[in-house]
């Protein structure tokens, strides 16, 4: 386990090459999920929880660590499988996601593996609407599931997607209506998001469910055209499956048909780190998920 907490602190080199590393644990049985270690602040033993009232019945409780109250989601009960037990032999795994921290009760920490984006893939085309992955992979031989964290999020705080009136106002003046982007984000929930905040500017989205999606498209529009005549610009989240964001990115850049398109990443991750890839694959821009009016403003002035 001390092993495991100590590379949770580390930064590594993966960013920009199609690469992550993923936290394996267990909530209630053997199936094993994942969460990118870019997430993660830290992992430890689960402190004692303080229970208060009108919680939110995901919610086991609440733990101060390091001066911060943190809520903590039992990630069993928010995917719909049974409660942990025994908390004093479960851990939580303190994670950074949409400018916030919440703290997941996990009932075991196993390893951290090294992947490449290209074996993670989207999940079963049969899985349905209601379930709770964002992608799949294979370790040892058994399949791990990566939560959509965004979409457990939202179910029990739901993220705010209104523009104001003065943004809205302003989308003339920009010339923003009828106006076309691309949206890459694996996550079906946060592709809604912004579709929303956009189509209150006036923007029509096409949206694409991942980096290899979106510039599937891409390619395709270029065949009827040039690219500008048909989109704005590319709205892309970092971590998805097949082709993260920065791979998109420096492809875009890499194409003569697409190499002058603006590149927004648009991520719940965050930290210095993602600064200098942004610069180094090309990106015109970043933004930490979600606030609606500043997403509105950078897409109004890109365009």
């Not at 003065?166 to 076309?180: K, L």
């Amino acid at each position: 386990m001390a092993s495991i907490l100590d590379s949770v602190n580390q930064l590594t080199q993966l960013v920009g090459q199609n690469r992550l590393e993923l936290l394996l644990f267990k909530l209630v049985g053997r199936q094993r999920f994942g969460i990118n270690v870019f997430k993660v602040r830290e992992v430890l033993q689960c402190p004692a929880l303080t229970i208060m009232p009108k919680l939110h019945p995901f919610v086991r409780g609440v733990a101060h660590i390091r001066g911060q109250t943190i809520s903590v989601i039992d990630l069993s009960l928010a995917t719909g499988g049974k409660p942990i037990q025994d908390l004093t032999q479960c851990f939580i795994i303190i994670a950074e996601y949409n400018r916030s921290v919440q703290g997941f009760l996990v009932s075991s920490v196993e390893r951290i593996i090294n992947m490449n984006w290209e074996a993670i893939l989207p999940p079963p085309k049969g899985a349905g609407r209601l379930n709770y992955m964002t992608a799949v992979t294979e370790v040892d031989g058994e399949l791990v599931e990566i939560l959509d964290v965004e979409k457990i999020l939202d179910e029990i705080s739901p993220v705010n997607t209104h523009v104001s009136e003065d943004v809205v106002a302003s989308s003339e003046a920009h010339h923003t209506r009828g106006r076309m982007v691309l949206v890459a984000d694996d996550s079906s929930v946060a592709r809604k998001q912004v579709e929303r905040a956009l189509n209150a500017i006036g923007v029509k989205c096409l949206l694409a469910k991942d980096g290899k999606d979106a510039l599937t498209m891409l390619l395709d529009m270029l065949e009827k055209g040039p690219i500008e005549e048909q989109i704005g610009l590319v709205i892309s989240d970092i971590e998805m499956p097949e082709m993260d964001g920065y791979t998109l990115t420096a492809e875009i850049r890499n194409h003569p048909g697409l190499k002058d398109l603006h590149v927004i990443l648009h991520t719940s991750l965050s930290g210095v780190f993602n600064q200098a890839m942004v610069q180094k694959v090309g990106a015109n821009n970043f933004i930490a998920k979600f606030h609606p009016d500043e997403l509105a403003k950078a897409v109004q002035d890109a365009l």
